[in-house]
T-cell receptor, first 112, second 112 residues
């Protein structure tokens, strides 16, 4: 399995609080992605990164921001969490553009 | 976007070959077919991918029809641990990123 870890694995928070999820990889892959998975919607791309400090929006980016200061870490921040952001969040990595994506174990986030 | 159609569920006996079909009639010439699976609560796991030719790896075989409008994932000797949701995905590039669109998948149950 690709060396991808996500932290925390589970989190419960309250509406309006900031939340940061971390994705860490040991593969030195250039591309990193954040997806969310919800019943009836499958996995949807939130943001992705194509290098240190290089990020772009996915299809459901509203309410989320990301940062990548090091190759190995990709952070997803919910500035002010809402109940609609309750979901399972997956990080993925790929070596290059068009290469296979490998997924992390996921973070379950519950916003009350 | 090329869409995929999969049966919602399938059953297979342990030790037998599991054949999972996928239709992707609108696939374009440069789009790959990917297969992932997701075991309950875990991150999606990459299985195999192909463009035109049949492919085989240690996990599975992928058979793509000559017109590329459909494909079949074959698990040659299914085990109980192969029980999962299997996703057939057509990968395409958008705005500099590889986007994977996960549909509803096929829930495969391996029976003892």
């Amino acid at each position: 399995d690709a060396g991808i870890t996500q932290s925390p694995r589970h989190k419960v928070t309250e509406t309006g609080t900031p939340v940061t999820l971390r994705c860490h990889q040991t593969e030195n892959h250039r591309y990193m992605y954040w997806y969310r998975q919800d019943p009836g919607h499958g996995l949807r791309l939130i943001h992705y990164s194509y290098g240190v400090k290089d990020t772009d929006k996915g299809e459901v980016s509203d309410g989320y921001s990301v940062s990548r200061s090091k190759t190995e870490d990709f952070l997803l921040t919910l500035e002010s969490a809402t109940s609609s952001q309750t979901s399972v969040y997956f990080c993925a990595i790929s070596e290059g553009l068009g290469e296979t994506q490998y997924f992390g174990p996921g973070t379950r986030l519950l916003v009350l | 976007d090329a869409k995929t159609t999969q049966p919602p569920s399938m059953d297979c006996a342990e030790g037998r070959a599991a054949n999972l079909p996928c239709n992707h009639s609108t696939i374009s010439g440069n789009e790959y077919v990917y297969w992932y699976r997701q075991i309950h609560s875990q991150g999606p796991q990459y299985i195999i991918h192909g463009l035109k030719n049949n492919e085989t790896n240690e996990m599975a075989s992928l058979i793509i029809t000559e017109d590329r409008k459909s494909s079949t994932l074959i698990l040659p000797h299914a085990t109980l641990r192969d029980t999962a949701v299997y996703y057939c995905i057509v990968r395409f590039l958008t705005q500099g990123a590889q986007k994977l669109v996960f549909g509803q998948g096929t829930r495969l149950t391996i029976n003892p």
